[in-house]
């Protein structure tokens, strides 16, 4: 019997038209079967379902994997080739986002007889909408950054590195319990917070600096996503002016998003807060994003995104201004669209985090 969520994979393949499909997606595999591994290739037709590995993973497969046959890979051998026969395959479904050009060649040399479709994001959109485990996942990866954030804070002060606080930080997430964090850690201060994804350097953190942290957690599959900046005792007046607009633009979104709202909308309103405040060519990059397997996931919130927020997404809202040669503030929540409302699920506050220096 297959899983609910292999069986809208089915329903896809039926409504194109297609014999099957064949996905390589890593985050795509763990959703739909748990397998999580570096090499795996996933193959569904007609009610049926393999996992194909390598011989890393065999053992880990045949013990973790409950909905599909679990066959190992062998250097020059034909299985998926074997499986379309089997199946009597004219058209393959493929998650084209997760092939390189070359996997794509080798799999057209190997399957001269079928024709390949590409997917475009018909397998990301089934994991846009959470189930109630995985907003428990969610929840525990909130947990354990949110508990080793507090655990640091007192450690960001005048005089550390921004290697040092990121490095402490993900120190802390792993020993509170983390597999890992979700992505490479942020920590900018200074007019490096103008900076939206710098990396960590040897700069000494001063007094009078903002400094943006931006972290998250990978706990059981699932991922967490929160940016605070922090303000090192008295800054300048700009930094806290941007600091509150910033923060009113993160609350209107968290107050305005509700489920059936196109997506663009929510970015059009938190971004047009931001340009009313004068702030507007600072502001560069989308609203937020979903979240769940994946850090970034659909759906993209930004002001070309399609579609409406559903009930069950878990979303980031993520504003921020960022002035060269000055500094920046980011400010970013994890929130979760209800049926009638949104509930933020990321726990420390945002409102002017100040240590006194």
Same mark, same amino acid.
């Given at each position: 019997?297959?899983?609910?969520?292999? @069986?809208?994979?089915? !329903?896809?393949?039926?409504?194109?038209?297609?014999?099957?499909?064949?996905?390589?997606?890593?985050?795509?595999?763990?959703?739909?079967?748990?397998?999580?591994?570096?090499?795996?290739?996933?193959?569904?037709?007609?009610?049926?379902?393999?996992?194909?590995?390598?011989?890393?993973?065999?053992?880990?497969?045949? @013990?973790?994997?409950?909905?599909?046959?679990?066959?190992?890979?062998?250097?020059?051998?034909?299985?998926?080739?074997?499986?379309?026969?089997?199946?009597?395959?004219?058209?393959? !479904?493929?998650?084209?986002?997760?092939?390189?050009?070359?996997?794509?060649?080798?799999?057209?040399?190997?399957?001269?007889?079928?024709?390949?479709?590409?997917? *475009?994001?018909?397998?990301?959109?089934?994991?846009?909408?959470?189930?109630?485990?995985?907003?428990?996942?969610?929840?525990?990866?909130?947990?354990?950054?949110?508990?080793?954030?507090?655990?640091?804070?007192?450690?960001?002060?005048?005089?550390?590195? @921004?290697?040092? =606080?990121?490095?402490?930080?993900?120190?802390?997430?792993?020993?509170?319990?983390?597999?890992?964090?979700?992505?490479?850690?942020?920590?900018?201060?200074?007019?490096?917070?103008?900076?939206?994804?710098?990396?960590?350097?040897?700069?000494?953190?001063?007094?009078?600096?903002?400094?943006?942290?931006?972290?998250?957690?990978?706990?059981? !599959?699932?991922?967490?996503?929160?940016?605070?900046?922090?303000?090192?005792?008295?800054?300048?007046?700009?930094?806290?002016? $941007?600091?509150?607009?910033?923060?009113?633009?993160?609350?209107?979104? $968290?107050? *305005?998003?509700?489920? !059936?709202?196109?997506?663009?909308?929510?970015?059009?309103?938190?971004?047009?807060?931001? @340009?009313?405040?004068?702030?507007?060519?600072?502001?560069?990059?989308?609203?937020?994003?979903?979240?769940?397997?994946?850090?970034?996931?659909?759906?993209?919130?930004?002001?070309?995104?399609?579609?409406?927020?559903?009930?069950?997404?878990?979303?980031?809202?993520?504003?921020?201004?960022?002035?060269?040669?000055?500094?920046?503030?980011?400010?970013?929540?994890?929130?979760?669209?209800?049926?009638?409302?949104?509930?933020?699920?990321?726990?420390?506050?945002?409102?002017?985090?100040? =240590?006194?220096?």
């Amino acid at each position: 019997m297959l899983n609910k969520r292999i @069986e809208k994979v089915t !329903g896809i393949v039926n409504n194109m038209g297609l014999d099957g499909c064949v996905l390589k997606g890593l985050d795509n595999i763990f959703y739909l079967t748990g397998f999580r591994g570096s090499e795996a290739t996933l193959f569904i037709s007609r009610g049926e379902v393999f996992l194909l590995t390598d011989f890393r993973y065999i053992t880990y497969a045949k @013990e973790t994997v409950k909905d599909a046959h679990v066959y190992e890979i062998k250097k020059n051998n034909e299985l998926l080739r074997e499986l379309c026969l089997k199946f009597e395959v004219k058209k393959l !479904g493929f998650d084209g986002a997760h092939f390189t050009y070359n996997m794509y060649e080798r799999f057209k040399n190997s399957l001269k007889d079928i024709e390949l479709i590409p997917f *475009k994001d018909e397998i990301e959109d089934i994991r846009k909408c959470k189930d109630a485990d995985e907003i428990g996942l969610i929840l525990e990866a909130i947990d354990i950054a949110t508990n080793a954030f507090k655990e640091i804070f007192e450690e960001i002060r005048p005089g550390r590195t @921004e290697k040092e =606080i990121a490095r402490t930080l993900d120190y802390t997430m792993a020993r509170l319990g983390a597999d890992k964090p979700s992505f490479d850690t942020i920590v900018a201060s200074g007019e490096r917070s103008a900076l939206p994804h710098a990396t960590p350097t040897e700069k000494k953190l001063s007094k009078g600096e903002p400094v943006i942290i931006d972290f998250g957690v990978q706990k059981n !599959g699932y991922c967490s996503d929160e940016t605070c900046t922090i303000l090192l005792g008295d800054v300048n007046g700009k930094i806290s002016e $941007i600091y509150n607009v910033v923060n009113d633009a993160r609350m209107l979104g $968290i107050e *305005k998003a509700k489920p !059936g709202m196109p997506i663009k909308e929510l970015d059009m309103i938190v971004r047009g807060y931001i @340009e009313k405040a004068g702030y507007g060519m600072y502001f560069g990059h989308g609203t937020g994003h979903g979240i769940g397997i994946a850090v970034h996931e659909t759906p993209a919130i930004n002001t070309t995104s399609e579609g409406i927020l559903e009930e069950n997404m878990v979303i980031t809202i993520e504003p921020g201004i960022y002035i060269p040669h000055i500094g920046g503030v980011r400010l970013e929540d994890m929130v979760f669209i209800g049926s009638t409302d949104v509930k933020v699920l990321t726990k420390i506050r945002k409102d002017m985090l100040t =240590i006194s220096v």
